[in-house]
């Protein structure tokens, strides 16, 4: 069976700073790996999604994410994060979605 | 153009009550989901439409859940005599078809079961 996990349930940035979220992903196949930010009282938008070819991929609002098969990884990075950047973010794998619990971003002036 | 609409966008019930929630599909597409959303459980599958194929139902929770979708568009959520583990937010999806193609995502019904 496919899942995700996401360790860190809550992570508090100051602005400007580095960002790094992690996914793990356990999928019986080539895994389709997505990530996903949902803002207060906003529905779920995609930031970016992995099905091959180059493993590092670009998304909107400036993020990037890298797949690593070795590692069963596909983390979340951003140089730079902005405070409108707060949200929950979740990683996702397959076609019909399986979610991880979730990462809360807070960002602190 | 207008994306993914859910209705109600909240709905409070009493236990044992039927109650029936609304998705309107981003016009055009072929495949939709269901989704929910509580915090015991975070984010689940529910069940999946894909054109005129029959629904991939594996993920709904018990028999007293059912969903249709009328004219490949418009879908509908039943929960029949609902529970008060029920209560989470419910969230609709859809998709131009095709394996893993973005899925656009409703603002979602919040169900209170008292």
């Known amino acids: 069976a496919q899942s995700v996990t996401q360790p860190d349930i809550h992570i508090t940035v100051s602005e400007g700073a580095s960002l790094e979220l992690r996914c793990n992903y356990s999928?019986?196949?080539?895994?389709?790996l997505f990530w996903y930010v949902q803002s207060p009282g906003q529905g779920l938008q995609l930031l970016l999604k992995?099905?091959?070819?180059?493993?590092l991929v670009q998304g909107i609002k400036g993020f990037e994410a890298e797949f690593k098969r070795s590692q069963s990884s596909f983390n979340l990075r951003k140089p730079s994060v902005h405070w409108s950047d707060a949200a929950e973010y979740f990683c996702?794998?397959?076609?019909?979605?399986?979610f991880g619990t979730g990462t809360r971003l807070t960002i602190i002036p | 153009g207008a994306g993914v609409s859910q209705s109600p966008s909240n709905k409070v019930t009493e236990k044992g009550k039927d109650v029936e929630l609304r998705c309107d599909p981003i016009?055009?597409?072929?495949?939709l989901y269901w989704y929910r959303q509580s915090l015991g459980q975070g984010l689940e599958f529910l069940i999946y439409?894909?054109?005129?194929?029959?629904?991939?139902k594996s993920g709904l929770p018990s028999d007293r859940f059912s969903a249709e979708r009328t004219g490949g568009s418009v879908s509908t959520l039943t929960i029949q005599r609902t529970q008060q583990e029920d209560s989470a937010v419910y969230l609709c999806?859809?998709?131009?078809?095709?394996?893993?193609?973005?899925?656009?995502f409703g603002p979602g019904t919040r169900l209170t079961v008292l």
């Open positions: 999806a859809s998709s131009s078809g095709g394996n893993f193609n973005e899925q656009f």
């Open positions: 999928y019986g196949a080539t895994p389709y």
């Open positions: 992995y099905f091959s070819g180059d493993t």
């Open positions: 996702a794998v397959g076609e019909k979605l399986t």
């Open positions: 016009s055009g597409h072929t495949a």
């Open positions: 439409f894909q054109g005129n194929s029959a629904p991939d």
